[in-house]
């Protein structure tokens, strides 16, 4: 006769606090999905918005970094309001933002009303790009907080696949660009109606006073004296007041920490992976190859950059966040010389440029694109993480909108010499491995107050 397991009560516990975290961490999640989809979905509209409005490469620089303008201004903003009104309420705010400027982007009679309405979605955008990564490092145990905040990134590239599916689907039809932006709507309505239902963050409640929720909440998410140990934890933290200003984060003590922070930010920008996600059919197109196959080469794209990001999410807490950005930084800088190197050797009716591209996204999946996120949610400290996250992600969107703006007019100048354009992001690249050999230390396994004790001894 078999014994049957006994499933103790507390491992029932401890699986339903799980499932609670996970399931938490995915609908705050959903905001990286919406940032993803709006990013992505631009580059599908590539070759039917520029004669559809008869834009010159200048023009095209600015109709996709326009929205970037709003990231700055939603990540700005938001750093404030999450520190005073909680991260909860923001997130639907950006939820809503994301809904009517899809709608109103993809039907907008002008192309100065498209341009507005981009701009807004970018709002939303910048919002939910500092907001989901911050929440869910704040819910989250630090021994699965890198796969947590992990979430974020996988659904970013989530999102990132669909809108290519979604600019493939639609292609062949009438007023396709205009289809393209409004499908973002339906991922935009269900984040808004499943923010309403997220529970504020336990450690912003504890810092403004709210113990007794801040408490509750933390014994839905891990065992009560682990929660006491973290409430004890975030109340020794706040040694510094809780009053948060854009002056705090360059006090004597935090200022380096919030400098690294806004480099990291910067750098995964400027790395090269967002021209390839942003002007995949450009970059194609170059290459010599027609409308079908540079949006089939999207959606190849997008399955990379998806399979890839569920692998770093496996290994992520094991691995540790140091290594897997320097190795990154290193193998994005060969790669973009070997992206470089088909250019000028004219390697193009090979399958040596797809296949370049698509080691260099592997690459970039699985270590610069969620450990950064991760990385920037677990270093600043307590007392002014909302607006020190605001000011990282400030400085991503303001870098994101320069590469945006500037590659078209960059590839269109080496119109004979393409291969110079990824030689400068290789370039790029190395520097980045230097810095972050020489700053970043690990983070993996510790809790964000220990985090934030050692970089305030370093």
């Not at 982007?105 to 989901?132: C, E, K, T």
């Not at 400027?270 to 390839?276: M, Q, R």
């Not at 307590?382 to 007019?409: D, E, H, K, Q």
Request: glycine residues 8%; positive net charge.
């Amino acid at each position: 006769m078999q014994k049957q397991a006994i499933i103790s009560p507390t491992y029932r516990f401890m699986k339903k606090q799980m499932i609670n975290i996970v399931l938490i961490s995915l609908t705050a999640a959903l905001g990286g999905l919406l940032f993803g989809f709006d990013f992505a979905i631009f580059a599908g509209t590539i070759p039917f918005l520029k004669p559809a409005f008869n834009l010159t490469d200048a023009q095209l620089g600015w109709t996709s970094s326009s929205i970037y303008m709003g990231c700055i201004a939603g990540s700005l903003s938001t750093g404030y309001l999450a520190d005073r009104f909680g991260r909860q309420l923001p997130l639907v705010i950006s939820a809503a933002i994301f809904a009517v400027s899809a709608v109103m982007m993809g039907w907008s009679g002008s192309y100065n009303i498209f341009i507005a309405w981009r701009i807004i979605a970018g709002i939303g955008m910048g919002a939910a790009s500092m907001l989901s990564p911050l929440y869910i490092a704040e819910i989250s145990p630090p021994s699965i907080r890198g796969k947590m905040v992990s979430l974020n990134q996988f659904t970013i590239v989530t999102g990132i696949l669909l809108a290519y599916l979604t600019s493939y689907l639609l292609s062949g039809y009438p007023n396709n660009w205009r289809w393209m932006f409004s499908s973002a709507a339906v991922p935009a309505t269900i984040f808004f109606l499943s923010a309403i239902a997220l529970p504020e963050s336990p450690r912003w409640l504890v810092v403004k006073g709210g113990l007794q929720k801040g408490r509750k909440t933390l014994y839905h998410l891990m065992a009560q004296d682990e929660a006491e140990k973290e409430i004890v934890a975030i109340r020794s933290s706040i040694h510094a007041g809780t009053n948060s200003s854009f002056r705090n984060l360059f006090s004597k003590d935090i200022a380096r920490i919030v400098m690294i922070g806004m480099a990291v930010a910067v750098f995964q920008q400027i790395s090269g992976a967002n021209i390839v996600f942003a002007y995949a059919p450009l970059i194609f197109e170059k290459a010599g190859m027609d409308v079908s196959n540079q949006l089939f080469q999207q959606i190849l794209i997008g399955f990379v950059n998806l399979l890839f990001t569920v692998l770093a999410m496996q290994i992520i807490d094991k691995t540790g966040r140091r290594k897997m950005m320097t190795a990154g930084a290193l193998g994005m800088c060969l790669l973009l010389l070997l992206i470089s190197s088909a250019f000028y050797f004219n390697w193009l009716d090979g399958p040596w440029l797809s296949l370049f591209t698509l080691l260099f996204i592997a690459v970039y999946a699985t270590t610069l694109a969620p450990v950064t996120w991760v990385l920037i949610a677990e270093i600043f400290p307590n007392r002014v993480r909302g607006m020190a996250m605001s000011a990282a992600t400030t400085m991503l969107w303001l870098a994101c909108f320069g590469v945006a703006y500037i590659f078209p007019i960059l590839i269109g100048h080496f119109k004979q010499n393409v291969y110079i354009s990824f030689l400068i992001f290789a370039g790029i690249c190395f520097i980045y491995f230097i810095f972050l050999l020489q700053n970043v230390p690990e983070t993996k396994n510790k809790s964000l107050e220990q985090i934030e004790k050692e970089f305030l001894n370093r």
